[in-house]
């Protein structure tokens, strides 16, 4: 079936201690994205890219870091100088040149708690 | 002004009422429409998109006010298991990212 998997779906780090959620499609997408949600708030945007080897940040891309090596994967890295990162992460693709279409395609989240 | 406003809610309602919300949007130029459906701790997933004529599936009636800069979503005789927070969202011009509001939560109660 396809679709996007993030792992991991539930993930605890301590203070200081840099984490690596991954994200993968096999939808063939062009387009993948980053948001964060926090309890009764919508979603915000990290970082996304559009194409392989480039991506440019969202509304709060500081304390995070992406890459994008293969279509495939936008694994998100949220580094120790990001000051709250508790919070809900969603990985979402869309296919290029379906911008009218609009569907993004969501993973199932990565709940991440800092102790 | 924000770029997609909605009203968060929560809307209580009983089950088999016509609920409705409106969302409004900054960006004139802004091109395409869509409510996505979010329950409690799940990804969001599109319910609809929203045409200039307005479109309706099912028990749900979604429309676009251009003159205005809002859309709208009806639900109809509504379920309990339409409980969620609908989300939203805008597509301006250009290869820029969709820009979601920050949802309206209904709970349809029995």
């Known amino acids: 079936d396809g679709g996007i998997t993030q792992s991991p779906k539930y993930l605890f780090r301590k203070e200081g201690q840099n984490v690596t959620l991954s994200c993968e499609q096999n939808?063939?997408?062009?387009?993948m994205y980053w948001y964060r949600q926090d309890p009764g708030q919508g979603l915000r945007l990290i970082y996304y890219?559009?194409?392989?080897?480039?991506?440019q940040k969202g509304d709060i891309a500081e304390g995070y870091s992406v890459s994008r090596e293969k279509k495939e994967s936008f694994p998100l890295t949220v580094t120790s100088a990001q000051k709250n990162p508790t919070a809900f992460y969603l990985c979402?693709?869309?296919?290029?040149?379906?911008?009218?279409?609009?569907?993004?395609?969501f993973g199932e989240g990565s709940r991440l708690t800092v102790l | 002004r924000k770029e997609v406003e909605q009203d968060p809610g929560p809307f209580n309602v009983p089950e088999g009422a016509t609920v409705a919300f409106n969302c409004t949007y900054s960006?004139?130029?802004?091109?395409?429409f869509f409510w996505y459906r979010q329950d409690c701790r799940k990804e969001p997933k599109l319910l609809m998109s929203?045409?200039?004529s307005g479109n309706e599936d099912g028990r749900f009636t979604a429309q676009l006010n251009r003159a205005s800069q809002y859309i709208s979503l009806l639900i109809r005789d509504s379920k309990l298991s339409d409980s969620a927070t609908y989300l939203c969202?805008?597509?301006?011009?250009?290869?820029?990212?969709?820009?979601f509001g920050k949802g309206t939560r209904l709970s349809v109660i029995a």
């Open positions: 979402a693709s869309k296919a290029s040149g379906r911008a009218l279409t609009g569907e993004l395609f």
């Open positions: 939808l063939n997408h062009d387009a």
């Open positions: 890219s559009q194409i392989v080897n480039d991506f």
């Open positions: 960006n004139s130029a802004s091109q395409s």
């Open positions: 929203v045409y200039s």
């Open positions: 969202v805008v597509n301006s011009p250009g290869n820029t990212p969709l820009v």
